[in-house]
């Protein structure tokens, strides 16, 4: 069914990520995910070399942590991970957790904050993004390769950065890859949900910030990028839908990008278990690297 024709306790149900879950209940399912992130980032902080709280811009929250790796090596990549938590949850305390099997393949891990919502609106939370990303690369211009990876509203956060217009910017990214993992990707359906209420957008505001409506603009500032569209097979159909939908534009449009469908995973392990140096998605990651 179209979303459209949807009612709203549906539609409601739909954008409740943790009422999919095959694991646990609903509540119990945010909980546990919480908790693994904490404790995987506390890990990774324990054990890596970091650099907490560097200013990428002057705003409040503008702030982003570094994990870097115990290397000598020369080619070293960077991945910059933009949280999930449909842009009112979470933040990069909590996101340092997929840094360990990283940092072990030489890898500098970025976790970058942004104002989430009621404080930050989207087009605040889009700009903090882009410019962190243009920010890294300043700091960190002798790196081979920066990559890209978001989570279900980070992946609509990193989608949107492959979506920029950088003729407003001083300098213009080279991204060589972007994992997006559970993304929404178009903002329409969530208008009239509960998701809306502190974000409070409007349908401009929706429209602007829709990477469904910036795939042109995708394939001019990123047409080398290699995509990767990783959905949970125990998402919701309308999040797989979205997913779906969003991959067939990109490839419609000639771009290099494919679709992982990840078995026996759901909304939140899909990511949680990046932890793991054995995980597909952990192993794909390096693997577009050239890492493994
Ligand atoms: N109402 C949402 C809540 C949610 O998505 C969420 C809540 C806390 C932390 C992260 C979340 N989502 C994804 O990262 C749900 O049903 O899952």
């Known amino acids: 069914m179209h979303w459209m024709e949807m009612k709203n306790d549906e539609l409601e149900k739909q954008y409740s990520p943790s009422r999919w879950s095959h694991r646990m209940a609903a509540d119990d399912v945010i909980k546990a995910h919480v908790k693994a992130l904490k404790e995987g980032t506390e890990q990774a902080r324990s054990l890596a070399q970091t650099l907490i709280n560097v200013p990428y811009g002057d705003g409040d929250g503008e702030k982003l942590d570094v994990y870097i790796p115990r290397t000598n090596s020369l080619d070293v990549n960077l991945v910059i991970y933009i949280h999930g938590g449909y842009w009112q949850f ?27 919502a009621p404080k930050g609106d989207m087009d605040l939370m889009v700009s903090q993004v882009r410019r962190s990303v243009v920010s890294v690369i300043q700091q960190y211009s002798h790196i081979s390769g920066l990559y890209l990876c978001g989570h279900s509203a980070g992946a609509h956060l990193a989608a949107m950065v492959l979506s920029t217009d950088w003729s407003q910017y001083s300098i213009t990214p080279n991204i060589k890859g972007a994992f997006l993992v559970s993304g929404i990707f178009d903002l329409l359906p969530i208008l009239s949900t509960y998701v809306n209420e502190p974000l409070k957008m409007t349908e401009e505001v929706a429209v602007r910030n829709s990477p469904s409506q910036l795939v042109p603009q995708l394939k001019q500032s990123s047409s080398g990028c290699q995509i990767v569209v990783a959905v949970a097979q125990n ?58």
């Open 235 to 292: 998402d919701s159909p309308e999040f797989r839908k979205q997913s779906e939908e969003y991959y067939k534009a990109l490839e419609a449009a000639g771009l290099n990008v494919t679709m992982e469908d990840v078995a026996n995973t759901d909304h939140f392990s899909i990511i949680e278990q990046l932890v793991d140096a054995d995980y597909h998605l952990t192993k794909l990651l390096l693997k577009m690297m050239g890492k493994s």
């Open 90 to 116: 979470l933040s990069k305390e909590e996101s340092g957790f997929m840094a360990v099997p990283l940092i072990d393949k030489d890898v500098v891990v970025v976790a970058v904050g942004y104002t989430i």
